[in-house]
């Protein structure tokens, strides 16, 4: 009887070290879930801000007074091939790349 109960502390301690060690790695990968999961928010929100930035870099009002200060213009006829349309020459350029 006395060897059962030896038998049954070292056990429970052993199971209370076990218990406890689980806990303490759960809560490291908790803790670590959430440094990534506050790094997909952050990256989520710099993609937000860079869309909304490249959406006002590309409007075409504001682009079409930086070109004009370059010298810029529309383009004439003669800077195409043969005086074809554009989008002529770019399903021409897209069938030959196999796109």
């Not at 052993?14 to 506050?38: F, G, H, I, P």
């Not at 860079?50 to 006002?56: H, V």
């Amino acid at each position: 009887m006395r060897l059962l109960n030896i038998t049954a502390f070292f056990f429970a301690l052993t199971s209370a070290l076990l218990l406890y060690a689980l806990n303490y790695e759960t809560r490291r990968l908790e803790a670590e879930v959430q440094d990534k999961e506050r790094i997909a928010d952050d990256a989520r929100s710099d993609i937000a801000v860079l869309k909304a930035e490249r959406g006002t870099l590309a409007r075409p009002d504001r682009i079409d007074g930086l070109a004009r200060r370059l010298g810029l213009g529309p383009p004439k006829t003669e800077q195409f091939e043969q005086g074809r349309e554009v989008s002529e020459l770019d399903a021409r350029s897209k069938n030959a790349n196999g796109r």
